[in-house]
């Protein structure tokens, strides 16, 4: 039902619409059966060959713009083939993908090529060949309730829109059956030769002005992650945690009266116990200047 609304809807001529159904040659039969009691007419292998000349330009190799949008009654008429009054889409059976099967390429009418396969394989690989062949980047459809399924499906196809279990001309606008933004402008991005594989709306026709001004580089340093301060806590980092840094140097940086008073001496003694040597710079001054700095560095 889903597909022969989409391939019916405007009479074919969304460019989302199916343009082939690839069917599990286990549902064959009930496919087909359900396809004939919705108003479907599947075509006899002449009839086939008479209309690839009516709806593919031979020398263009690509649709006649007198069949596009025409109804599957008008179609059959074109091409000298009777078919019931209340038919409302064509099929034929395909056997393969190029330019020695006219019926493989777009068709914006309400006919559809149908293809019978074994595997999931086969199937993805078959409509890869068709994109590649005529739409590639547009819009694919998969009918599945197997997640795995969709998600190779969904992965492997080149199309901006992939719509599952949806009519693919309703799903692919946009809006009725999923949250993408409706429009009849439909992206393919660079497989299509498009900047873009979106729906394409108001946004994309918006020119924006941005001012953007200089922005300085960031300027950073790196602080240890624990700072121990205030009388007695650097005895406590020496005798529980300094042997867990796995370091075997240190610096200390320090004023004059720092040596003056036996801090630093006590300092240098506990890192020494540790395995650690050190060095020590005690000219640091009040708003250290990069002289300082640069003295402590060398």
């Known amino acids: 039902n889903d597909i022969l609304m989409s391939k019916t809807f405007d009479n074919g001529r969304i460019c989302a619409a199916e343009q082939s159904i690839i069917v599990d040659h286990s549902i064959k039969e009930a496919v087909e059966q359900r396809f ?58 395909m056997e393969g993908v190029g330019e020695k099967y006219p019926l493989s390429r777009e068709k914006l ?13 086969e199937a993805v690989n078959l409509c890869t060949d068709l994109t590649h062949f005529g739409g590639l980047g547009h819009t694919a459809s998969i009918f599945s309730t197997d997640p795995d399924v969709i998600k190779q499906f969904g992965e492997t196809i080149n199309a901006g829109r992939i719509v599952v279990n949806s009519p693919s001309s ?50 950073w340093f790196r602080v240890p992650s624990r700072i121990y301060f205030e009388a007695g806590s650097m005895d406590v980092f020496f005798r529980n945690e300094i042997k867990d840094l796995g370091v075997h140097r240190a610096f200390i940086v320090c004023t004059g009266s720092a040596i003056r008073q036996g801090a630093v001496a006590h300092r240098e003694s506990c890192l020494m116990q540790a395995g650690i040597s050190s060095t020590v710079f005690s000219d640091v001054k009040s708003d250290p200047t990069i002289e300082v700095i640069e003295a402590g560095l060398s």
Do not use: W
Request: net charge positive; proline share 3%; charged share 20%.
């Open 36 to 93: 004939r009691l919705m108003g479907a007419y599947f075509l006899s292998d002449d009839e086939m060959h008479k209309l690839e000349t009516i709806v593919i330009d031979p020398e263009k190799q690509s649709m006649n713009a007198k069949i596009v949008g025409q109804s599957a009654k008008k179609i059959a008429e074109i091409a000298g083939i009777n078919v019931p009054d209340g038919t409302k889409i064509l099929i034929a059976h």
């Open 109 to 121: 009418c309400p006919l559809l090529g149908f293809y019978v396969v074994n595997t999931i394989d």
């Open 170 to 219: 309703h799903g692919g606008i946009g809006d009725l059956y999923n949250r993408l933004h409706p429009s009849l402008t439909l992206g393919c991005g660079a497989g299509g030769r498009n900047i873009t594989t979106d729906n394409v709306t108001v946004t994309h026709l918006l020119n924006i002005k941005r001012i953007s001004k200089r922005m300085l580089n960031m300027k």
